[in-house]
DNA sequence: ATGTCTTTGTGAACACGTGCACAAAGATGG
DNA sequence: CCATCTTTGTGCACGTGTTCACAAAGACAT
């Protein structure tokens, strides 16, 4: 979910719908698993059931890229493959960086997934100058002060940001001054940044909150009428006694006017 | 994003659209963030451009919780954190279990911002015998055969994958045989689920996919008219030569008819 | 060749999400 | 009590995404 205030005014980028664009990694992985078994040719029923979207979807979303299938049999792998590896930008080599390097920086490090497609991590950077030299995932990790010298040395387009939100504003400012234009933010914060770059966030306690709700409402289905479990609530008087009270933490305000 | 077969079929889960949903975790850290300095109102401007949203879309948002505001002044800081905690079903305990302490699942073990909002993370497990008993973050490792016995146990309903991809269905079958119903997924592959039964995605590879295919289109716009410094690509014979070759990773298949 | 059968590619209808723009609600000052 | 000013809540129009359903393309057998 791309969050920064700029993702393409929700324009098509280059007339590839958006959504299209967030499928195609899972098309592509789905057939690389096949052509992995040799698999000649899929139809648009069998990939769409592999990577879990429904056919008319899925053929809709191919029809973007142009006509790659064979009526009456279905698509060849290797072909499709190669389209779509080149549609995302996969045929070439991308560096990253990675900064923050702490228990989610490192593991990202470790992450296999990120070699496999054309990411190459080209560095690993921290404020720790503790940790400066310490090798993680085989790579040394250096110190912020070397931000720029690494981006610009290396053509580094895309950065990844792990460290505490309280830094990933001023990190991300950094990286974009120094020539980076996609960031991938992990940093549970809002980041700003200039037009023509793109944010993309992945935030775990987000997810878990939707989730949440979910299963709130599925709860709330069974024991259907019951008024809920949950204190009726305060509405806060109009402006009267506004009282910034606050329990700790989940506790509930206490007023209960009109 | 979520991907199981199920996720409500687009339908608005109890009058909240789901977009709606997804954003309002992000007003609620924000509003958080105004409560912690005491700020005792604020408007659906403010906290729009705190949150990384326009106005407009706030204000509807809000709309659909209840007519929360005051015109003139704008929101109660606190009992819209009240509201919003409730909505999502916060102010309860959730309890998590973590499957896969590898690398990933570690670094989730330790993310902080877990235990902040209710969620707490019951136990940790993995198939590694030589891991069980060992603290991860605290807490002992189990081994995978207790599963049943501690999402039973503890009235766990939220479980988070970080196993291999290999390993990630056979886990997930198991959890909602024992009364999961609510997934997060971060191995990269698509989870099958019964009804009833919410699976979200986290794929970073996928995130670094769609910045990809963003950062290429816009080196491809500042070089306008030049087509492409990639190889026109192959178009695959009809029936004739499928020739399954391929290169190794990143190479091209090497046909040319139609 | 011709007919049958499979599967693609897409037009058209529909559902969902977004943003504008403004009326109505309420605060505030005289 | 009235006028003014601020800010919410929402009707409406528009764009995006999804799904249906079917004509046309091609494979394959006879």
């Keep these: 979910m791309a969050t920064g205030r700029t993702h393409r005014p929700a324009t098509r980028s280059r007339g590839i719908p958006e959504a299209t664009v967030a499928r195609l990694p899972l098309y592509l992985r789905a057939l690389t698993a096949l052509s992995e078994r040799s698999v000649p040719t899929v139809s648009s ?13 899925l053929r809709k979303d191919f029809s973007y890229l142009g006509s790659y299938g064979t009526r009456g ?15 995302l930008g996969l045929t070439q080599d991308w560096p990253v960086v990675i900064v923050g390097i702490g228990n989610l920086g490192a593991a990202l490090a470790n992450y296999g997934g990120f070699a496999s497609r054309g990411f190459r991590v080209a560095a690993l950077i921290d404020a720790d100058p503790s940790m400066a030299g310490k090798p ?3 790579i040394p990790v250096q110190h912020t002060d ?5 981006i610009s040395g290396n053509g580094v387009s895309i950065g990844v940001i792990a460290t505490p939100a309280g830094a990933a504003q001023q990190v991300c400012d950094r ?25 993309r966030k992945v935030d775990l306690s987000i997810e878990l909150q939707i989730l949440a709700f979910h299963e709130q409402r599925k709860a709330g289905e ?27 933490d989940g506790d509930v305000p206490a007023v209960m006017p009109a």
């Design 175 to 199: 990286l974009v001054a120094a020539g980076v234009t996609s960031i991938l933010n992990f940093a549970p914060t809002v980041l700003s940044v200039p037009d023509g770059v793109d944010v």
């Design 136 to 138: 993680v995932a085989g």
């Design 146 to 150: 070397e931000l720029e010298k690494i």
């Design 73 to 87: 049999v279905g698509y060849d792998v290797e072909y499709l493959v190669y389209q779509i590896s080149r549609e």
């Design 45 to 57: 029923e069998e990939l769409a059931a592999a990577a879990g979207v429904n056919s008319a979807k």
């Design 222 to 248: 069974e024991a259907e009428g019951e008024p809920a479990a949950v204190p009726p609530a305060a509405r806060p008087g109009a402006s009267a006694a506004a009282d910034g009270r606050k329990g700790p």
